[in-house]
């Protein structure tokens, strides 16, 4: 029996060899990532993985939206500071000197709405790889993208980033708000193909929803449970090699920052201890966990759902950006909080590429600038700094 398989492959560990020749040397150099999907038994999926050029082979897993996050802590955060959005003023973006001007984003989401006023002037390149077609029926990638990028609207600031001219739209979650990891692989891959300095997805696998399907097939609970584990784990090793080229691109080239949310699922509302770590793809070696914040009497503090070991944090609570549709909307998450790192993220890409030579203009660089000029000022006295990480985004003076 055939099951559906993604095969990672690095093509400059490509060997060849004519019958009587003997088996030509890899290319030396940076990862050079290819993605196929075939349908293969355990015994071809096993004869496949010894391959030298195969980096990664597992099966696709679903991915979705974050869970939803409810406003019961609506009212602890401001909306707006005048005619500024919260997140836009706290990150440093209202003063900062740069727009992102030249810096090329790809948001992989649920699309996006491109009559919104708030991409007026930006050229928008979209992608879909659902199969449902571009165009966004949930909001979710509009509201996300509006963060990045978005012009004012009705007189409100609510991009950190309204620089950019262009932006790539990878539409990686369908109208039902669900995926595979094998779309979203591809997504990754046509953004990098694209020159993006900076990919992010407000996203996450879900591993419940792979446990439910196993049920569904007819699977005892305990081995449904261990089938989803196991695609997990080999989800979390093809991202760990697709991210180890991804960085590795940064040696001969600009390389590219890859932003993800790190997931909703934490309860400290019910117990300061039911916290769980940051899920994927923003476990993923080399991706950039964010957490998400909220102010707590005038101070910084992790929001409830937001979960653990992030590696940097920015606002998730209350953000008002893009409506699907026209207008302004407030939503709460990490999911809000990844767009505003990302938009930093752009604004540093031209931060760096205005004061350094164009050789030491590279996606390393401008990780270090992002991670090291994180602030911990302004936070509760009893925040605890594993959930935020080196603390939250600034945007450069």
């Known amino acids: 029996m055939s099951e559906r398989y993604m ?20 290319r030396q150099g940076p990862g050079e990532p290819h993605l196929e999907v075939v349908n293969l038994t355990k015994r071809e999926a ?14 696709p897993m679903p991915i979705s939206l974050p869970v939803d996050v409810d406003d019961d802590q609506t009212g602890t955060t401001p ?23 030249g810096s090329l984003v790809a948001v992989l989401d649920t699309g996006i709405d491109p009559g919104h006023p708030a991409f007026t002037g930006v050229e928008l390149v979209q992608k879909d790889f659902t199969g449902d077609g571009n165009g966004d029926k949930r909001g979710h990638g509009t509201h996300v993208a509006g963060t990045v990028f978005g012009q004012n609207v009705d007189g409100m600031r609510i991009g950190v980033a309204p620089g950019l001219r262009k932006a790539l739209i990878g539409k990686v979650l369908g109208d039902d708000g669900s995926g595979s990891s094998d779309g979203l692989l591809h997504g990754i891959l046509w953004a990098l193909q694209e020159g993006a300095d900076v990919i992010t997805m407000s996203l996450g696998f879900a591993f419940t929803a792979a446990v439910e399907r196993n049920v569904e097939e007819g699977m005892p609970i305990f081995l449904a449970t261990s089938r989803a584990l196991e695609a997990y784990r080999g989800n979390l090793r093809l991202f760990d090699a697709l991210m180890r080229m991804v960085a590795a691109r940064s040696s001969v080239d600009k390389g590219t920052i890859v932003v993800a949310a790190s997931g909703n699922s934490s309860k400290r509302d019910l117990n300061p201890r039911f916290e769980v770590g940051a899920e994927l793809p923003s476990a993923a070696e080399g991706v950039i966990a964010v957490g998400a914040l909220r102010l707590r009497d005038g101070r910084l503090d992790v929001t409830r759902f937001s979960n653990t070991f992030a590696d940097i ?25 990844a767009p505003h790192v990302a938009g930093a993220a752009a604004l540093w890409w031209q931060e760096v ?44 003076p």
């Open 7 to 26: 095969v990672l492959r690095d093509l400059t560990r490509t060997v060849t060899a004519g019958p009587m020749e003997a088996r030509a040397a890899a």
């Open 46 to 59: 096993l004869e496949l993985a010894a391959e030298p050029d195969v980096a990664a082979l597992t099966e």
């Open 79 to 101: 909306a707006a500071s005048g005619n500024t959005t919260w997140g836009v003023s706290a990150v440093g973006a209202a003063a900062s000197g740069r727009t992102g001007e």
């Open 313 to 337: 944090s920015a606002p998730g609570m209350d953000v008002i950006s893009a409506r699907l549709g026209g207008g302004l909307s407030a939503k709460n998450g990490t999911s809000m909080a």
């Open 353 to 396: 590429r205005a004061t350094l030579p164009p050789a030491a203009a590279r996606a390393s660089v401008v990780t270090n600038r992002l991670l090291t000029s994180a602030t911990r000022q302004g936070f509760a006295a009893d925040a605890d700094f594993t959930d935020i990480g080196a603390g939250l985004v600034i945007c450069p």
